[in-house]
């Protein structure tokens, strides 16, 4: 069970990494495509074919990684899609049938067909890529809202779940918070890594038009989806957390005991032993307002709850919850300001700004990372919010040393994956967008 | 009727998988002994280049359909296979990878390294794919719920606790290397001219002459380990036409390898592998998952079905995505069509 819980979280969270940039780029690459497009310039069309390397690097080890995953939900979870497949097998399924061929067929035009195809055919192949890479993202997340906050099913004879409605799946009330704040959150990772590599050229004073196109780019569309990340898809999710998993939310914030007028803790770390925060800094009543709109509303703290239905690691659950809000802030803050600094024309003189973006681009993936630990710890201990406990979805007869095993091996094979994709972006950023490999300082 | 039309529709994913990923597979079986320049190895690459990914992405829409509309026998089969299909998703990483970084790098440690994960993984995929194809006819130790667990292997007899390696899926697994690497074979020489062309004809002819033997031998011992299918054959002897249909494939293939034309072999090859998984599927039906111990474990496709109503739905969604994948992978096909140009 340990290890079958560490293997899924490990591999989710190493897949993430790939999507999440694929996803924002996806986005990002269609509007270089059009400027390229409607505008005729050679300039936008070598931004767009850069980026479509790292978008295709992205990509690869997005697929090879995400294969597993789908994969383990039988081999490790068995208990679990027997009992929740006949729901969530419709959104698996539709999404291997209507985004995987999708991105995949387009995949290789966009990769081989430089020299084959006209610049409306590689525009079409992006638009085709940007609509299949998020509806892959749409069809996973209805999966996993329908783990959140389950709907639209009927309960079979002998227990198990089977889809009641298939609009109802689809539309289900937990996804749109959901979708749209993991949405924006990709491009706020592919907005900062596009603006970072923008700074990292400028600074080290290398394909320097490029890096303008790259920090304009990247600034305007980070901050906007920056912001939309926090309001309202952040608040909104953030609500309905409190709305029906409020054992989530009160371990979020690390609310023990019931009150009224509970304030907004930003710092401080919670002790399981005495049931309290020490060390905190807090806002005072800002929490009853943020959630309810009332400074003195009462707010449910872990006490209200039995204590086998509390997510199993609170401090974890916690921490992860403020890396994301915090982080959360620090970016759009940055963004914030570079925009500024771009509107008022000083951006690409001002070196300290632009070393920090170069420095922030770790940051949203961090950010992200929490996030999905926030969701997923939180939902603990349950696989299916309130209809199945983790502890009764693995597979039977899978024992630990098997899972041990492979275990083991995806974080050996993984390790050397996140070396090679380092590599070759490194490799990459070394030759550059201009298609002319600058040379190291040495030759 | 719902559960026999998506019996019928996981069972077309798979076959069309393994055609359109199997001559992958085959090209990466016999790439390290036809494509020896390095213009040749680039040759052979970017004659699967831009749909190998597309091809695997059949794999990952019968798996998806097979969790949607059969989900006990998802879990069972998939639990029950643990440690060979964790492989096979590592094999599958290797492979994949292999195809999309060699070239990233104009290095010759590096492209050597990756054109032997690529000949070795698509090896052992095309191996494991047979073998796979074993455990399904020759069933697994089902227990009353509906889990069963193999090991990779036990005294490698089939009987009732059997292991995942048997005399039999050993077999198995060769002849499917054997019928992947004539299909990859032609394939090559279809998209290649040249001296290329003549290596993929000789490997075809070898690799074609290999599956005439193995494919006997398996079709004979069929009956033996599961005689389920004797009976399910001797109740609706219709399903012969698909055995028969496969003999004359393979037949075909033959003769026309021998009179050069490329192309129509890979046809041929490509029905012969469609009309050996139909052979399968009608002696399996209407089990998915065969029990050796007692019949009456056995997963079907009413016992493992995901009930009626998501049953129905799906088949709109489905009928959708199926004229939509149809639609894409024409195109994708269409564009690298020909031979390859560099």
Redesign the interface.
């Known amino acids: 069970m340990l290890y079958d819980r560490l293997q899924f979280a490990f591999t989710s969270t190493f897949h993430y990494l790939f999507p999440q940039l694929t996803m924002g780029l996806a986005l990002l690459l269609l509007y270089l495509r059009s400027r390229a497009l409607a505008s005729g310039d050679e300039h936008y069309h070598q931004v767009a074919r850069f980026w479509t390397k790292i978008f295709v690097l992205s990509f690869t080890f997005g697929v090879v990684t995400g294969i597993p995953l789908e994969f383990q939900f039988g081999t490790n979870w068995a208990k679990f899609s027997n009992f929740a497949g006949g729901v969530i097998g419709q959104t698996l399924a539709m999404e291997g049938m209507f985004a995987f061929f999708l991105e995949s067929s387009f995949l290789g035009i966009l990769l081989f067909g430089e020299k084959r195809f006209s610049q409306r055919v590689q525009w079409f192949a992006a638009l085709m890529l940007f609509l299949g890479s998020w509806l892959s993202g749409y069809f996973i997340l209805a999966t996993n809202a329908w783990m959140q906050h389950p709907v639209a099913y009927t309960v079979a004879p002998d227990g198990r779940l089977f889809v009641g409605s298939l609009s109802g799946l689809l539309t289900n009330p937990w996804l749109f918070w959901q979708y749209s704040h993991n949405m924006t959150a990709a491009v706020v990772t592919a907005s900062f890594v596009m603006a970072a590599l923008g700074a990292y050229y400028l600074l080290s004073d290398r394909h320097v038009l490029y890096a303008k196109t790259f920090l304009r780019t990247g600034v305007v569309a980070g901050a906007i989806a920056a912001a939309l990340m926090g309001f309202p898809t952040g608040h909104g999710n953030a609500r309905q957390v409190f709305e029906h998993q409020p054992i989530k939310g009160a371990a979020f914030e690390g609310l023990f005991k019931t009150e009224r007028g509970v304030g907004l803790l930003l710092i401080g770390q919670p002790n399981i032993e005495t049931m309290t925060i020490d060390n905190p800094l807090i806002i005072p009543d800002a929490l009853s307002f943020v959630v309810y709109d009332e400074l003195y509303a009462e707010v449910k703290g872990l006490d209200a709850f039995p204590h086998e239905d509390w997510p199993d690691n609170l401090p974890l659950l916690y921490y992860s919850y403020h890396v994301m809000v915090g982080l959360g802030t620090i970016l759009v803050s940055i963004m914030g300001l570079a925009l500024l600094w771009l509107w008022l024309g000083r951006l690409f003189t001002a070196n300290w700004l632009l070393w920090l973006l170069m420095l922030s681009a770790p940051f949203p993936y961090i950010a992200t990372t929490a996030g999905w630990m926030t969701a997923e710890i939180g939902r603990q201990p349950w696989l299916v919010y309130g209809l199945l406990r983790t502890s009764d979805g693995a597979s039977p007869l899978v024992h630990s040393g098997n899972a041990l095993f492979t275990l083991l091996g995806f974080l050996g094979i993984y390790l050397v994956l996140g070396l090679l994709f380092l590599f070759l972006i490194a490799e990459t950023i070394r030759h550059g967008p201009s298609g002319h490999p600058v040379p190291s300082e040495r030759a | 009727m719902m559960e026999t039309f998506w019996y019928c529709a996981v069972t077309w994913m798979l076959a069309v998988y393994a055609v359109l990923d199997g001559f992958d597979f085959g090209l990466g079986i016999i790439y390290p002994f036809v494509a020896r320049s390095e213009a040749d190895r680039c040759t052979a690459l970017?004659a699967i280049?831009?749909?190998w990914?597309?091809n695997?992405?059949w794999l990952?829409?019968a798996?998806?359909?097979l969790?949607?509309?059969f989900?006990?026998a998802?879990?069972?089969?998939?639990?029950?296979f643990?440690?060979a299909?964790?492989i096979v998703?590592?094999l599958?990483?290797a492979r994949?990878?292999a195809l999309?970084?060699r070239s990233?790098?104009n290095h010759t440690l590096w492209r050597q390294f990756w054109d032997v994960a690529f000949a070795g993984a698509s090896t052992l995929l095309a191996i494991v794919l047979g073998t796979a194809l074993g455990n399904l006819i020759r069933g697994m130790p089902l227990s009353q719920?509906?889990?069963?667990?193999v090991a990779l292997w036990t005294n490698f007899m089939t009987g009732p606790d059997p292991g995942i390696l048997d005399w039999f899926t050993i077999l198995m697994g060769i002849t499917s290397a054997a019928i992947l690497a004539f299909h990859g074979a032609n394939y090559l020489a279809m998209k290649t001219e040249g001296q290329l062309r003549g290596q993929a004809r000789h490997a075809a002819w070898l690799a074609g002459s290999a599956v005439a033997v193995l494919v006997g031998l398996a079709l004979t011992a069929v009956p033996f380990v599961q005689p389920s299918f004797r009976l399910n054959y001797a109740a609706h002897p219709f399903g012969y036409i698909f055995p028969f249909f496969g003999m004359a494939a393979l037949v075909a293939a033959l003769e026309l390898r021998r009179r050069y034309w490329d192309a129509g072999a890979f046809y041929a090859t490509s029905l012969l592998i469609l009309a050996m998984l139909a052979s399968t599927a009608w002696g399996s039906y209407p089990n998915i998952l065969i029990a050796t111990n007692d019949p009456a474990n056995s997963l079907t496709v009413t016992n493992a079905t995901?009930?009626a109503?998501?049953m129905h739905?799906?088949l709109w969604?489905?009928l959708i995505?199926?004229g939509?994948?149809i639609a894409?992978?024409v195109?994708?096909h269409r564009?690298?069509w020909g031979k390859v140009?560099l």
């Open positions: 970017a280049g831009p749909v990914n597309g695997e992405v990952i829409a798996g998806g359909l969790f949607f509309a989900p006990k998802y879990a069972a089969g998939f639990s029950g643990y440690l299909l964790i998703l590592w599958l990483i994949g990878l999309e970084l990233h790098l719920d509906g889990y069963f667990f995901a009930g109503y998501g739905v799906g969604w489905f995505g199926f939509l994948i894409y992978q195109c994708a564009a690298f140009r």
